[in-house]
């Protein structure tokens, strides 16, 4: 009876101990994955994962997964038996989740492959990667553009590149489903997701499917390597197939508020230009025609045979040229098509009355036109042909293609063919883009960053804000983290302005900033503000960035065509440890020598600015005092005229200065 009553006594301990380990002392943490290096867990108190660090006190990216059910789950158990490099759960009714620990390249970066499978039609599936301690970059641009973009806001919406006119609150121009955290991580959707992303300023950063009849998995890779910089470069770094053409570097760009509405006042317009910059001692320059100005170029016409004349005898001026994939209704290309009975030329839609093919009608600057059908590969032939047509009659150097995206009628088009869906249409046309040679520039671009193109940056707003002067560094630096180092700049003083621009010193801050850049743009000349200093300063620029910023782009594009390096890089490419450089987001290097700290706020003349990189030394070029890296210079003087640039010395060599730069070649 003794040994009964023990053996019922310590059975009741036993009963006590395991529920007070599982509901007070067991940890509400548990591994379901391990690496060399890092781990997943599962915390079953917030029904989040985190990708953690093995051997430090280091979490990479907090995950929560917002469409599991409320309800905990004590323990994930790995459904997927004796398998040490792959984790299986399934919620029932709910979702299905499979991880796969990629063991290839180990030694550079730790993956981890991750595919939620929804249960149900009706499951929205969401993973939301914590912003607390995380600065996150990459994605799509955006009207207010940051860097990081934590201080975006931004509801989940499809992940696609739309126009931020019709827009404002989309993604912009420039697009990858990349996404890079400053703890090391890195994270790439995959491309058959139909992808949705939203961003709660400050807080997280959603990438999500909505519910949908077939039930398309959330499939993305998530990396974490030892800093923010090797986990850049783990990524399938992007290696371009070829080199832009690069004598645009060495130009201006000008374009005009007034459009011409006639083949003289074109004329006019391109003879007026060349006198200007003729008269201020400005250089040669590009005309940057639209499209409206485009098309009365290559009109048919004894009026157009003459413009073309006169413009050949305007040797201060090369020629762009404008072009798009729409053709008006009353055209004569679209005409002739539908004579020759080639509709198929242009995107259709079968018509519900005898099921034959109809061109579908959309809308584009503010007229009824079609739009080519790019997955026509006699379409894209016809295409062309009238490109090298306009090139054979006029001397043209560059031509720029607007894609057109946001078309409100284009989803009509992609619900009957899903091979234009999403962004497929942006990216078919950068590819036919490429055949026009490499001195194309395109309007909007995602998956080209391969390409030896030009993408030009979304029009700013005329103004100090995040849409204006003080976002343009954070576009420069988001771009080339996307891939995309030879960009051109909206216009000096932002495009978004009715007239010309009437602010003196947000012009001359725009263009101490564009100085530094590819391609220096005007929309509104120097000569306008009808001030002698203004035309002096602008000339002293553009000279900077032919003498002295031109040769240090060419010295790095050749670094980026052999290892797929940014040109433009934020401070964290040198000091990729340091938190201070994670959230700098007015000043930018160009390579690893060059660090340029322009004014962004009105009515400055100072600022501060941090020098990375501990051991390093800055010499400003302006006052020629040398800095230690790691310091920060707190109100340091940057008169009106001038733009803070510091060259970092180099040990036992002759420091890198602006005169040693040959002179260019234009």
Not at 281 to 304: F, I, P
Not at 327 to 332: G, P, V
Request: a neutral charge; one cysteine or more; aromatic letters at 10%.
């Amino acid at each position: 009876g003794a040994i009964a009553c023990l053996g019922v006594a310590l059975l009741f301990l036993m009963t006590i101990g395991v529920l007070y380990w599982q509901v007070v002392d067991k940890p509400h943490t548990n591994w379901v994955l391990r690496g060399q290096v890092s781990g997943l867990a599962w915390d079953r108190r917030s029904l989040s994962f985190s990708l953690m660090s093995l051997s430090q006190d280091k979490t990479f990216a907090h995950i929560d997964a917002r469409h599991l059910p409320n309800r905990g789950v004590t323990l994930l158990n790995n459904l997927c038996w004796f398998n040490t490099t792959r984790f299986c759960y399934t919620w029932d009714g709910v979702a299905e989740l499979q991880v796969a620990l990629d063991t290839a390249n180990q030694s550079v970066a730790e993956c981890y492959r991750v595919e939620w499978t929804p249960l149900h039609c009706k499951v929205a599936l969401k993973d939301c990667f914590s912003m607390a301690n995380v600065s996150w970059y990459g994605g799509g641009s955006m009207q207010f553009q940051y860097w990081p973009l934590n201080n975006a806001n931004i509801n989940s919406q499809p992940f696609i590149i739309s126009d931020l006119h019709d827009t404002p609150m989309g993604y912009g121009s420039v697009l990858e489903r990349y996404f890079l955290g400053s703890t090391g991580v890195a994270v790439s959707v995959h491309q058959e997701v139909p992808l949705h992303v939203g961003i709660e300023s400050r807080k997280q950063l959603c990438l999500g499917i909505p519910p949908n009849a077939e039930m398309v998995p959330l499939s993305y890779t998530i990396c974490v390597s030892d800093s923010l910089r090797s986990a850049y470069q783990q990524r399938s770094t992007v290696i371009p197939v070829a080199q832009p053409d690069t004598s645009i570097l060495w130009l201006p760009l000008w374009t005009s508020h007034r459009v011409a509405d006639t083949a003289l006042r074109l004329e006019h317009n391109l003879k007026m230009l060349a006198r200007k910059l003729k008269h201020y001692r400005l250089g040669e320059g590009v005309m940057d025609l639209c499209e409206q100005s485009t098309l009365l170029l290559s009109a048919e016409g004894q009026g157009t045979l003459q413009l073309q004349s006169a413009y050949r005898g305007l040797r201060q001026l090369r020629l762009s040229i404008t072009l798009s994939p729409f053709t008006t209704i009353d055209s004569r290309h679209f005409q002739t098509t539908l004579q020759e009975g080639r509709e198929h030329l242009w995107l259709r839609l079968p018509s519900a009355a005898n099921g034959s093919q109809g061109p579908l009608l959309m809308k584009w600057r503010g007229r009824f036109a079609v739009k080519l059908n790019i997955s026509d590969e006699e379409a894209q032939g016809w295409f062309i042909e009238q490109v090298r047509s306009l090139q054979r009659r006029v001397d043209v150097n560059y031509i720029t293609l607007e894609v057109g995206v946001g078309s409100p009628y284009l989803w009509q088009a992609q619900h009957h063919s899903c091979r234009l869906c999403g962004d497929e249409y942006i990216n078919q046309f950068a590819l036919l883009a490429q055949k026009l040679g490499n001195a194309t520039i395109i309007s909007a671009a995602t998956r080209a960053a391969h390409l030896p193109m030009f993408v030009r940056m979304v029009p700013r707003q005329s103004d100090w804000s995040y849409a204006g002067l003080k976002g343009l560094i954070p576009s420069v630096l988001h771009y080339s983290l996307l891939g995309y180092s030879f960009f051109i700049p909206d216009a000096i003083g932002g495009s978004l302005t009715n007239g010309f621009l009437a602010d003196e010193e947000l012009f001359i801050r725009w263009l101490q900033v564009v100085t530094f850049l590819p391609v220096m743009s005007f929309s509104t000349p120097p000569w306008v503000f009808g001030e002698t200093w203004i035309v002096n300063v602008t000339r002293s620029y553009i000279h900077r960035h032919q003498a002295f910023v031109v040769p240090l782009l060419l010295k790095y594009t050749a670094e980026w065509s052999s290892l797929g390096h940014p040109v433009f890089r934020p401070l964290w490419w040198i000091s990729p440890s340091d938190p201070s450089t994670f959230i700098i987001n007015d000043e930018f290097l160009i390579g690893d020598e060059v660090l340029v700290a322009p004014v962004t706020e009105p009515g400055k003349v100072n600022r501060d600015i941090y020098l990375p990189g501990n051991g390093y030394q800055w010499k400003d070029v302006n006052t020629a005092q040398v800095f230690d890296g790691g310091t920060l210079l707190e109100e340091y003087p940057v008169a009106l005229a001038d733009v803070a640039v510091f060259i970092r010395q180099k040990p036992q060599h002759l420091p890198f200065t602006e005169s040693q730069q040959a002179t260019p070649h234009a």
